[in-house]
């Protein structure tokens, strides 16, 4: 397949997630909370891409809520190169993606995140995953979680699960605090040579992160909480903070390719504390 082709595919399919998962939040919101659109451009005087970020805040259901779509290409700066496949030689790059992060006002339900990409040097790739970070743990949602996953993996490959499980339970790891961010999920890297069977996955991907976000979201909903549970949710979100500023590769990768930084640091919640 030409890769003109493969790129237009993956940015549209991108973009129409995009609206996929806003239309399924405003219906959370049940249509009072509205998102803030803000589209952007990676270089005012060259014509290298941009993308769009939109944020939800405040909402009956959720405190913030960022989804952001990209679109952008150029050269990477020549210190930044060795640390991309295929870019050593030649400093070009495309690349386009779609990253969700939610943090809750109900403290019972956890914080999610996710993200899909796909990203073409002298060769072309795609990246991502999902995970989820509760302040409180709950063991059948936890359950829930990577059955889903399992399920989604093995209609692909029954190797996936479990060798894309432990590539998150080691990504998503503070190493200053000896502890994981939350309760794993899957992440996955640098898959390449099959693109139409890479590409059925990324889609399973997105189509499965909907699906998950939308039953835990609906079963805790209308749950009760209390101030010290909180509390509890605030201190989470500061390990949540230090680990997308210490260690995220996508807000490293967002930042040295020109990306717009508000949407690169959407990921950050409204409201963390420390103890």
Not at 138 to 157: G, S
Request: with cysteine; proline share 4%; aromatic share 16%.
């Amino acid at each position: 397949m030409d890769l003109e082709i493969k790129k237009e595919l993956t940015s549209n399919w991108f973009q129409t997630l995009q609206n996929a998962f806003c239309d399924d939040i405003k219906k959370i919101e049940k249509n009072k909370t509205k998102f803030i659109s803000n589209t952007w451009r990676k270089n005012k005087f060259k014509n290298e891409g941009g993308g769009e970020y939109r944020i939800l805040q405040n909402g009956n259901v959720f405190e913030k809520v960022g989804v952001n779509f990209s679109k952008v290409y150029g050269k990477f700066p020549k210190k930044f190169q060795k640390n991309i496949p295929g870019a050593e030689n030649d400093p070009r790059f495309w690349a386009s993606g779609i990253s969700v992060v939610m943090h809750m006002k109900n403290p019972l339900i956890p914080a999610m995140h996710f993200n899909t990409r796909y990203i073409c040097t002298t060769y072309d790739w795609f990246g991502g995953g999902m995970d989820v970070t509760p302040s409180k743990i709950d063991v059948f949602e936890k359950k829930y979680f990577h059955k889903i996953l399992k399920n989604m993996c093995n209609r692909h490959n029954p190797n996936y699960y479990k060798k894309y499980k432990k590539w998150c339970d080691e990504y998503f790891y503070l190493p200053h605090r000896e502890e994981t961010r939350g309760i794993g999920g899957i992440f996955f890297d640098y898959k390449k040579k099959n693109f139409e069977k890479n590409f059925s996955f990324v889609r399973d991907v997105g189509v499965t992160f909907q699906e998950i976000f939308n039953k835990i979201i609906q079963r805790k909903i209308k749950k009760k909480w209390t101030i010290k549970d909180k509390e509890e949710q605030y201190i989470k979100r500061g390990r949540y903070a230090e680990f997308n500023l210490l260690y995220d590769r996508g807000t490293k990768f967002g930042l040295k390719t020109g990306g717009n930084i508000e949407g690169i640091l959407m990921s950050l919640p409204p409201l963390a504390k420390w103890k």
